[in-house]
Every structure is written in C-alpha cells, then in structure tokens.
C-alpha cells in the first residue's frame, strides 16, 4: 500500500521553488532541497521523482502562482490597452518592495536550463506561447476598438509587449526607482497607441 503523503505540498513546492530561484537548478543540492523543504531525501524521491522532476513541479507552481497577476489584471481592466498596463504595474509592487528580487523564475530557467533538457524547453516554449497569444488577442481587440494602433499587426506588437516585459522584470532586479520602472512600461505602452 503506498503511504499518503504527510506534508503540504504547495508549501513544499513554494520552498523548493525558492531555492532552485535563488541558486539556479545547478546549483542547487539534495542537501539544500532537504534543508529548504524539511523532507528527507526519500520522501522527496518518492512524491517529486528525481531533482529535474521537482524543478519541473516547481515550474508549473511558479506559472500558476504568476498566472494570478495576470488574471487581476484582466479583471480590473476595463480595455485591452489597460490590461496590457495592469500586467505590467501588477508586478511593479513587487519588484520595488523585495530588496532580493530575482526576476523571473522562467526567464531565470530559459538562461540556465533552455537547452539542456527537452521537456523543460517545451515547457518554457509553450509558455512563451501562452504568452504572445494572450499578448496578440489583447492587441488585436484593442486594434478593433481603436485603443491601440494598427501601424503593426497584433504579432509583431505582442512580440514588441512580451520583450518589453521580459526586459521590464529582468531591469527590476537590480533597479527599486519606482520612477524608472513606471517610464519603461509608459515607453512599452506609447508604441502601440
């Protein structure tokens, strides 16, 4: 009979997560993982599979946890150009507030792990799929409504949006000026209006 796990395993993931992020997947021991985790070696075997298997499993807890910024956004939002916005300044909070931001923990794996395993490049291009698609569908409604301008196609404009905010997490590692994060998402924003 197989035993029932004992822990939470979001908070599992949560701290697992963290160390991967702080250490990169390299990086990272099964020493920290125990440490960070408070599982025993085996119990992380038995309910993650390997060390590449719970980096995956964090992966996927780190989209949905992130996923949340975007759908406040397009909840809040009364028009495509606004959530475009919103996503952008759901994140400024964050980044400004946590002195130890370590960007995005996708763009973190893109740079470490994107061509070393292929499940985790399939997910991390899916992902960026996700992504422009949500990207394009905003821009093309806004393009309908006449919200944003049409002098691009939606593609080439999502693309424009989806470097825009990659650039804008990476920057607000080492950049607090609230002031500076807010023009880079005005700039990103005054190419498509």
């Known amino acids: 009979m197989?035993?029932?796990?004992?822990?939470?395993r979001d908070t599992v993931l949560l701290n697992a997560m963290n160390v991967f992020w702080e250490k990169g997947y390299n990086g990272t021991s099964m020493q920290d993982l125990v440490e960070r985790t408070g599982l025993n070696r085996s119990s992380i075997y038995n309910s993650f599979g390997s060390k590449l298997e719970l980096y995956?499993?964090?992966?996927?807890?780190?989209?949905?946890?992130s996923g949340v910024h975007f759908q406040r956004a397009l909840m809040k939002a009364k028009n495509p150009l606004e959530a475009i916005r919103f996503i952008f300044e759901g994140?400024?909070?964050?980044?400004?507030?946590?002195?130890?931001?370590?960007?995005?923990?996708?763009?973190?794996c893109m740079a470490e792990m994107g061509n070393q395993d292929q499940d985790i490049e399939k997910w991390l291009m899916d992902t960026q799929r996700h992504t422009l698609s949500l990207f394009k569908d905003l821009?093309?409604?806004?393009?309908a409504q006449g919200?944003?301008?049409?002098?691009?196609?939606?593609?080439?404009?999502?693309?424009?949006?989806?470097?825009?905010?990659?650039?804008?997490?990476?920057?607000?590692?080492?950049?607090?000026?609230?002031?500076v994060l807010q023009q880079i998402?005005?700039?990103a924003i005054k190419v498509i209006t």
């Open 147 to 179: 919200t944003i301008n049409s002098d691009q196609d939606s593609t080439a404009y999502a693309y424009h949006i989806f470097n825009a905010f990659q650039g804008f997490r990476m920057t607000g590692i080492l950049v607090k000026d609230r002031k």
């Open 139 to 143: 821009i093309a409604d806004g393009q």
């Open 56 to 65: 995956q499993h964090t992966l996927k807890h780190y989209q949905k946890s």
């Open 91 to 108: 994140f400024l909070p964050e980044i400004i507030s946590d002195p130890g931001n370590k960007g995005c923990f996708s763009m973190n």
């Open 185 to 187: 998402i005005d700039n």
């Open 2 to 8: 197989a035993r029932i796990e004992e822990f939470d």
